[in-house]
C-alpha cells in the first residue's frame, strides 16, 4: 500500500472509524470448496461478539483471515481505514500490531517468565536484537508490570510460564495482547483447555479489559452459556454461514438448532 493510504488513526469515540466490516469473505483451503462462503458482517467499535457454532464450521478461519493468520480467497476486511484482506509485507505488521490476539492454547513461551512473555509480545515495537539481550524499554516494561496487576498476576511477574495453572495462562496470554496496545482483541475458544469457574473469569476479563480500552473483542466460544452470558451479540453459524445474528436475549432454541443442526448443544 502507498503512503497515500488511509492512516490507521481515527478519532476517538468515532464508532463508524472503529469498526470492523467484513464483506463477501471467502476462504477456499482447496478450489471450489469454501469454508466461508461469503460471509458479510459488520462488528460495531465496542463490545464483545461471540461465535457460536458446531466445530469445522469455520469460526478458527474467520477470525484468522482477519489478523492474516491466513489469507482469505477474497473478500474485504475493512479495520480502521485499510482493507485487512490486501496488505502485505511492512503494512500489514503494523496493521496486525493493532490486533490482541488470544489463544486456545495461550501460545506462551514456556520457559520464558510471565513478565518476559509480556514484553515479548511486544517484540513489534522493538527490534530484535534488543528483545535478545533482553533489553526492554523501561516504559515497556512499568506497562508489562501494570497490565499484569490488571489482570491479577502482579505477584508473578518473575514465574516462568510453565509453573502456571491454565487460567494463569490464559491470563497472560490476554496481559499480551493488550501489551500491543490493540484497536480490536480477537480470542479463539479462549476458555475451552479451562474449567468451569476459570472460564467464567477470563470471559469476565476479556469483557472488562475490552471495554476499559473501548475496543471490540470478538470471541469464537463452543460453550453457548458463555457466550450468552458475556457478550452483547451473538453471531451464529453453520457450515460457512452466518445463520444467526442478534443480542443474546434473542436467541431462541430453534436458533440454536439451525446452528448446531440437531447436534447436542446443551452438552
Ligand atoms: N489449514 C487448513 N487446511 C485445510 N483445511 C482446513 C484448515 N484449517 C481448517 N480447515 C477446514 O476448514 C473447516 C473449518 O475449520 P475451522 O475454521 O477450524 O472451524 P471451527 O473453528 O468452527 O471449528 C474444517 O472443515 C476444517 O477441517
Ligand atoms: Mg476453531
Known sequence: MDASAPSLETPAGNDAGRSLTIRNLRKEYSPGKPVLKDVSVTIAGRGMTAIIGPSGT?????????NRLIDPT???IIFRGQDLAKLRGKELRRARRRIGMVFQEYNLVERLTVIENLLCGRLGYVPVW????RKFPAADVDRAFHLLDAVGLGDFANQRADQLSGGQRQRV???RALMQEPDLILADEPTSSLDPKTSVEIMELIAQRAGE???PAVVNIHNVELGRRFADRIIGMSKGEIVFDGPPNT??????LAIYGGQGWLE
Open 58 to 66: 469455520g469460526k478458527s478461519t474467520l477470525i484468522r483471515c482477519i
Open 74 to 76: 477474497s473478500g474485504e
Open 130 to 133: 534488543r528483545a535478545w539481550l
Open 173 to 175: 496470554g490476554i496481559a
Open 213 to 215: 480500552r473501548d475496543i
Open 251 to 256: 436467541l431462541q432454541d430453534s436458533d440454536l
